[in-house]
DNA sequence: GACCTAAATATGTATATACAATTTGCATAT
DNA sequence: ATATGCAAATTGTATATACATATTTAGGTC
């Protein structure tokens, strides 16, 4: 017999939405990567699009949006964020395009930044599970919109 | 050298990052179910607690912390605005603690979500594929500080 | 060339989230 | 009874995020 109370209802909404365990999974991932990196006054947010930054060379908004599936006004206020702190520039280029690379700086915090992501990287595997990783480690299909072409 | 370019740098950061795929796929998921619930004025955040707090009769901010991995502050506001909307009330109970249970109002809310969940989870699945949605589906060992024990 | 539309970016506003600091109520030792 | 300390929750502040709206500019069409 289920509860003392009043269950006046009855859901099919559970501990199965897949919603509700993508986001504890990030959550609690983010949360080590966060831990690890906090020492180097860096969040894996930012890293990731710094990482991403690096490996385009020259980045577009619009495709780290495509890439990352986020928002053009996140990508807007995040690149703005790590303008402010000189990780990176703005390329000058004729036309509406903000196209946007590294700094040295950037270049610095990604290379002070590896020992903590591997680190946190280690401890996330741990956390998630071998099945989880290994789902996690394929292609995303329709979510890598550029996630394997690097 | 190798690079004609200024990458000065060679990071092992990429994309087997666990923390940008946990929360790429989070922000997708998430963003399927949003849409689909954005008729009835609520988001899959939110949602989740509710229905958290329908299983749960009585929620003390603490077990939803614990079991969701949420930071004390985050549920407190959470809640603040859902009691705002009239889906939550607080039980007064002697002492610190601010329990909270769901309104008649709140149970309409999850009632009426229920055909856009279940869209959601199904498309859901179609973005994550077996493999992942498989691998969610599975207690997630430490992840669920309570997800089993109710 | 003036005009219109579509694409790219930025801004306004709101929620989600976390960390640090503060408040509050209770237990307990002295 | 008081001080001490602990546990639970709130508040201050900052970032992350999205949607709606505005802005800017590149390309066409006439």
């Given at each position: 017999m289920a509860e003392t109370k009043a269950n006046t209802i009855d859901t099919?909404?559970?501990?199965?939405c897949l919603a509700a365990k993508a986001r504890l999974v990030s959550r609690a991932v983010s949360s080590i990567y966060d831990e690890e990196l906090r020492p180097l006054g860096i969040k894996v947010s930012q890293l990731n699009i710094l990482v991403l930054t690096y490996h385009l060379g020259i980045a577009r908004p619009a495709v780290v949006c495509e890439m990352l599936h986020l928002d053009t006004s996140t990508v807007s206020r995040n690149v703005e964020r790590m303008r402010a702190k000189g990780w990176l520039e703005v390329v000058p280029e004729a036309g509406r395009a903000q196209p946007f690379r590294l700094t040295r700086a950037g270049e610095d915090v990604i290379k002070k930044a590896e020992p903590a992501w591997k680190a946190a990287q280690e401890r996330a595997q741990q956390l998630l599970g071998d099945d989880l990783v290994q789902a996690l480690s394929k292609p995303l299909g329709e979510l890598c919109a550029g996630g394997s072409q690097r």
């Open positions: 099919q909404i559970d501990g199965s």
